[in-house]
């Protein structure tokens, strides 16, 4: 039994729970200044906290005081079937990840051979492939950086085998790490070519932000995502002319040239082959 009673969850700024993504919900909150926030314990999720500055009161989970004065950004395990609470001391905002935690489970049994999967409370620094990820789908649900339910699905995977095999009560050392390219480095190009999708982009130019030869980054790349850089590149287009279909009013032709698309024709031939729908079909729907 937990000795406090449960606190009010801070402000939500974004969820992606209207989106539907399965296994996975990413959400962007606020805390007040001086204001205690947590939740009563979620049986059916793990939740995982990212802050970018330290938290000043106390963190309990379960019951248990967990100690994260020297932690400059924490990051903070909740496990499934455990209360949180915290008091941050200043206003900031923190991404907040919950995952399922049965998807967890099948994972780290056919991942790492791990089964049954368990955690303990955990507030720990550093982990940049963890907080990469966690930007990305911050990112995603946002709009700033829409992604396409593939990717969704290859971020919730990663996340669910990273937490088991660093973070359960028995870590396991992933089999499936040989070729891939780095989480941390990963993220750094999928934050530039997000960052140019009007541009033309070549596997050299991507091969060259991750510092790797062209070989090498092709073949690092699809282990690492499922997909061709330039499957992905095509995927990553369709999902930011979808969000501008759905969000906004720009001309058509000009959603074609800022997901850089070579004409609007292009556009529609390759969005009506991903969605079943043209480009002015799916805003009608979903505008």
């Known amino acids: 039994m937990n000795d406090f009673p449960p606190r009010a969850e801070a402000s939500l700024l974004v969820s992606s729970a209207p989106l539907g993504w399965p296994d996975i919900t990413v959400e ?4 007040k200044a001086g204001s205690a926030i947590g939740w009563p314990a979620i049986a059916t999720r793990h939740s995982v906290l ?7 009161g106390a963190i309990i989970i379960g019951g248990a005081e967990l100690e994260t004065i020297h932690l400059a950004a924490p990051i903070i ?3 499934a ?21 049965a998807f967890v489970s099948r994972l780290a049994e056919s991942a790492l051979g791990v089964n ?36 969704i699905a290859v971020l919730a995977r990663e996340t669910a085998i990273h937490l088991a095999s660093n973070y359960s009560d028995v870590p396991t050392p992933r089999r499936d790490l040989a070729g891939r390219i780095a989480t941390a480095k990963l993220v750094r190009v999928l934050d530039f070519l997000a960052a140019n999708l009007d541009r033309r982009l070549s596997v050299a130019i991507l091969a060259r932000e991750a510092g790797l030869s062209i070989a090498h980054f092709s073949r690092a790349f699809a282990k690492s995502t499922g997909r061709s850089p330039h499957a992905y590149i095509v995927g990553r287009r369709i999902a930011k002319a979808g969000h501008l279909l759905r969000n906004s009013s720009i001309p058509i032709d ?9 004409d609007q024709a292009h556009l ?6 991903t969605t079943g729908h043209t480009p002015k079909q799916y805003r009608s729907r979903t505008g």
């Open 28 to 31: 962007v909150r606020f805390t």
């Open 50 to 56: 990212f802050w970018d500055q330290p938290i000043g």
């Open 77 to 79: 395990l909740v496990p």
């Open 81 to 101: 079937g455990q209360s949180f609470t915290c008091n941050p001391g200043i206003p900031q905002r923190f991404r907040k990840l919950l995952i399922d935690a």
């Open 116 to 151: 049954p999967v368990s955690f303990q409370a955990a507030a720990f620094d550093g982990d940049q492939d963890l907080r990469g990820v966690a930007y990305l789908l911050s990112e995603a649900v946002t709009g700033h950086q829409p992604l396409d339910a593939e990717m």
């Open 254 to 262: 000009k959603i074609a040239a800022l997901c850089g698309f070579h």
């Open 268 to 273: 529609n031939r390759l969005f009506k082959r």
